[in-house]
């Protein structure tokens, strides 16, 4: 499984979902179909696993979901992770799914991790507050700030919004939440007017120490394979891949 262990993905994954909480949520055993109307975060509205084992049955039941998903007016849309059982990868593949968006997953130990000055750690603000600063940095893909307001006040883990100021303004923020010994860092972004000036950088460094402060080992991210850019600064501040994965997405009315 690349650089983690099947226990290591399973908590990252749990922590992942927990963290960026559905609106609505179908369990089919270890399978969970997420739908969050209003957000276009894929992860919010998508069909993920837990159990690459649990796959009894398994083409009927992705055809139920796909199904599910269709009634609410949304494609179907499968997460592939190591997760997910083989079974259902080569259903998707047979069925005509479109891959898209590989995304990495890297981790880093939070050891040594500092808070940099001129970062703000905003973990009492009200969640408006946070949305609309997340939408000034670009990194927000929620249409409706309602949607996205509704999203960070279903955090149930500690959170926290690092929020770059420059010269008055929102320059940059990451979302951390901290889950026992992990921290996630979420929605890395730039105000358009203030890049490569190194605020994203230093909001995922005080992401990483304020997780450490509450007692998180490492830290956790989501970047697209495609983003080289991102990718290359990552692993030059140390994270490294723990796994991939994918996405896969039918159109039209067959499954």
């Known amino acids: 499984m690349d650089g983690a262990s099947a226990v290591d993905v399973l908590r990252l994954e749990t922590a992942n979902l927990s963290a960026w909480p559905a609106e609505r949520l179908h369990h089919d055993g270890t399978w969970l179909l997420r739908r969050t109307p209003g957000h276009g975060s894929k992860r919010l509205n998508s069909l993920n696993f837990l159990d690459p084992a649990d796959d009894r049955d398994a083409e009927a039941r992705l055809a139920a979901m796909a199904a599910a998903s269709r009634r609410h007016g949304l494609d179907p849309t499968v997460r592939i992770t190591p997760l997910t059982p083989p079974s259902v990868v080569a259903l998707v593949e047979r069925d005509g799914f479109e891959a898209f968006d590989e995304t990495l997953m890297m981790v880093l130990p939070t050891d040594g991790a500092a808070m940099p000055a ?31 307001v509704a999203v960070l006040e279903r955090i149930v883990p500690e959170a926290a919004l ?17 889950d ?28 990483l120490a304020w997780g450490r402060a509450g007692g998180a080992r490492t830290g956790y991210l989501q970047v697209l394979a495609g983003n080289t850019v991102a990718v290359d600064l990552y692993r030059r501040m140390g994270f490294t891949e723990a796994y991939r994965g994918d996405y896969r997405r039918t159109r039209g009315s067959a499954a």
């Open 162 to 178: 690092m929020v770059a100021v420059d010269g008055g303004t929102v320059a940059a923020s990451t979302l951390a939440v901290r």
């Open 180 to 207: 026992r010994d992990l921290v996630g860092l979420f929605d890395v972004g730039t105000n358009p007017a203030f890049r490569r000036r190194g605020h994203a950088s230093a909001c995922v460094r005080a992401a």
């Open 118 to 148: 001129g970062i703000e750690a905003w973990d009492a603000a009200p969640r408006r507050r946070w949305a609309e600063a997340m939408k000034t940095t670009a990194s927000a893909k929620a249409a409706d700030i309602g949607a996205l």
